[in-house]
C-alpha cells in the first residue's frame, strides 16, 4: 500500500497538485467547457472515490490533500489566462501557441502563471517541478521547449511578481 500524505506542505502533495492542475487545465482546452464545469467534470471522471477503474493511480486521502491546491492554481491561471498566453506566445520564439503540444501549453500555463502569481514559491521551484512532470507527461523534447521558455519568463516574473506577504507584529499604543 502506497504511504499517504500527511499535509499539502509536502512536496509530493505539491507535485500531485500541479500535476491534477495540469490535467485540468489540458481538459479545459480540449473541452472549452467553463473553468467551473471543467472542475466538476473532473471530479466526476478523477475523484478516486468515483473512478472505477483508478484511473489516476492515487488514493482518495492523497486526492483530498492536493485537490484543493490544484483547483486553486487551476482556476487562478485561468483567470489570468489572456496575460499568460501573451507572455508565452511572446516567450515562446517562433512558436505559436495554437502550434504548441497542449500538455506542453498546459504546462507552461501552470508553470507560469506559478512564477508570476505566487511569491510564495521560488522560481526555481515551479521551474523545475514543471520539468519532472513534462518528464512524466510531455513528448520528447518538451523538456528542452518548457525549459526554454520558462527560463525567458523567469525574469519577466522577477520583475513583476508581489512579494511575498508577511506578517509584521503590531505595536502596542
Avoid at 96 to 122: G, T
Amino acid at each position: 500500500m502506497p504511504e499517504t500524505r500527511k499535509n499539502a506542505s509536502h512536496p509530493q502533495s505539491r507535485r500531485l497538485s500541479r500535476e491534477l492542475a495540469m490535467r485540468l487545465m489540458f481538459q479545459y482546452q480540449a473541452n472549452g467547457l467553463r473553468p467551473e464545469e471543467t472542475i466538476h467534470l473532473f471530479e466526476q471522471n478523477f475523484d478516486p472515490k468515483n473512478d472505477e477503474d483508478e484511473g489516476l493511480e492515487i488514493t482518495v486521502e492523497d486526492f483530498e490533500i492536493a485537490w484543493p491546491m490544484a483547483k486553486d492554481l487551476f482556476a487562478g491561471a485561468v483567470s489570468s489566462l489572456g496575460e499568460l498566453d501573451r507572455d508565452i506566445d511572446e516567450a515562446s520564439q517562433n512558436w505559436a501557441l495554437d502550434r504548441m503540444s497542449q500538455v506542453d501549453l498546459a504546462l507552461l500555463r501552470m508553470a507560469y502563471y506559478e512564477m508570476r502569481f505566487r511569491s510564495e514559491i521560488p522560481l526555481k521551484v515551479s521551474l523545475n517541478e514543471a520539468l519532472e512532470i513534462a518528464k512524466s507527461f510531455g513528448e520528447r523534447d518538451s523538456i528542452a521547449f518548457i525549459n526554454g521558455v520558462l527560463d525567458r519568463l523567469k525574469a519577466k516574473a522577477e520583475k513583476t511578481r508581489k512579494p511575498k506577504e508577511t506578517s509584521t507584529p503590531q505595536s502596542k499604543s
